[in-house]
C-alpha cells in the first residue's frame, strides 16, 4: 500500500504539472453573476452563445445550479456591460432574478492566492513544531522531529491528491479551483493530522509502557491495530455526511465536499500506510 501511495501522488503531481489547475474568480479576477429562471433554465449552450455575443463578456463559463439557476463566470466587466447580459437573457429566455454578482479584481485575485500558499506553509511548520513539543519523550526511541516529518509527508500525501484530481475535473470538465477549495484543503490538513496523532499518541504509550520488549517496526503495527476500529469508523461516518452534503448539499458547496471526500479518504490509510511506515523507516528499526 505504501508503494500505490507513492504512485498516487507522484501521478497526481504529473497531473497537475501537465494540466495545472483552472483558477476560478477568486484566484485570477472577473465576475460571477448567478441568476435564476422564474421558469425554466434553458440549455447551456444556448445561455452560453447569448452571453457571447454580448460585447466585453468574456472568458465566459455557465454551469447550472439547482432546477433553474445558473452560475456564470465572466472577466471583469464594468456595470454596464453587467446590466446588458441580464437584459440579453431575460429578452431571449424570460424573466430572471440575479440572486448573486461578485466581482473581483486580478490584483486582489493574486493577493488572495499568495495569501492561501502562505497559509498552508504556515500551518504545516506549526504542525511540525506542535508533534515535536508533544513527542518530546520519544527522543530515546527517534527524535521526535521525524514523527512530525512522517506526519507532514503524509499530509502532503493527503493534499497533493485531491488537488491532481481537481487539475483533471478542470482540464475536462472546467471546474475552477476557488477559496472554497483552500478551505478545503486546511479542513484535510487538520482531520487528517488527528488521524496520524491518534496513531503516534498510541505509540507513545506503547514505547513507555513496553519499553525494550519488542522492535519499533512490531510496535508501531500493534499501535495501528489497536487504533483501526476507532479510525475506521470516524472516517466512515464522515464520509456518510459529506457524501450527502455532495449529492443534496447545492452547487455551491458541492466540491467543497468533493475534496473532503477524496481527501478524508486518502487521510485515513495515509496515516497507516503512509506516516507509520515512515516512521519505522525514520527510526533505524532499532530496539526500543
Known amino acids: 500500500m505504501f508503494i500505490i501511495s507513492v504512485a498516487l501522488t507522484v501521478a497526481a503531481i504529473i497531473i497537475t504539472a501537465v494540466f495545472g489547475l483552472r483558477f476560478g ?118 527524535s521526535p522531529w521525524a514523527m512530525g516529518l512522517a506526519a507532514i509527508i503524509a499530509l502532503i500525501h493527503d493534499v497533493v491528491i485531491p488537488v491532481g484530481v481537481f487539475a483533471l475535473l478542470g482540464h475536462f470538465y472546467g471546474i475552477e479551483i476557488t477559496a472554497v477549495f483552500v478551505a478545503a484543503a486546511l479542513t484535510i490538513l487538520g482531520y487528517s493530522l488527528s488521524d496520524s496523532v491518534v496513531v503516534f499518541d498510541r505509540v507513545r504509550e506503547n514505547v513507555l509502557r513496553l519499553g525494550s520488549s519488542q522492535d519499533f517496526g512490531g510496535l508501531v503495527h500493534k499501535s495501528i491495530m489497536q487504533t483501526l476500529v476507532r479510525s475506521l469508523n470516524t472516517t466512515f461516518t464522515t464520509l456518510l455526511a ?41 527510526s533505524g528499526k532499532r530496539k526500543v
Not at 437573457?89 to 461578485?102: H, L, Y
Not at 504542525?127 to 508533544?134: G, N, P, T
Not at 485515513?268 to 525514520?282: D, E, K, Q, R
Request: zero cysteines.
Open 25 to 142: 474568480v477568486d484566484f485570477r479576477g472577473g465576475a460571477l453573476m448567478e441568476i435564476v429562471f422564474k421558469v425554466s433554465r434553458p440549455p447551456t449552450a444556448e445561455l452560453s452563445d447569448v452571453i457571447g455575443k454580448i460585447s466585453g463578456a468574456k472568458d465566459k463559463n455557465v454551469s447550472p445550479v439547482g432546477e433553474r439557476g445558473a452560475l456564470i463566470r465572466l472577466n471583469n466587466v464594468d456595470e454596464q456591460t453587467h446590466q446588458n447580459i441580464l437584459n440579453k437573457i431575460s429578452e431571449k429566455f424570460g424573466e430572471i432574478n440575479e440572486s448573486r454578482f461578485d466581482s473581483i479584481g486580478p490584483t486582489i485575485g493574486k493577493e488572495l492566492r499568495n495569501k492561501s500558499i502562505t497559509a498552508i506553509v504556515i500551518l504545516l511548520a506549526a504542525i511540525i513544531a506542535y508533534i515535536a513539543f508533544v513527542f518530546r519523550k520519544m527522543s530515546r526511541v527517534l
Open 242 to 282: 459529506l457524501i450527502a452534503i455532495f449529492f443534496f448539499g447545492g452547487e455551491s458547496i458541492k466540491y467543497f465536499s468533493l475534496a473532503l471526500i477524496i481527501g478524508i479518504f486518502s487521510g485515513a490509510y495515509s496515516s497507516i500506510f503512509v506516516a507509520s511506515p515512515i516512521l519505522v523507516w525514520l
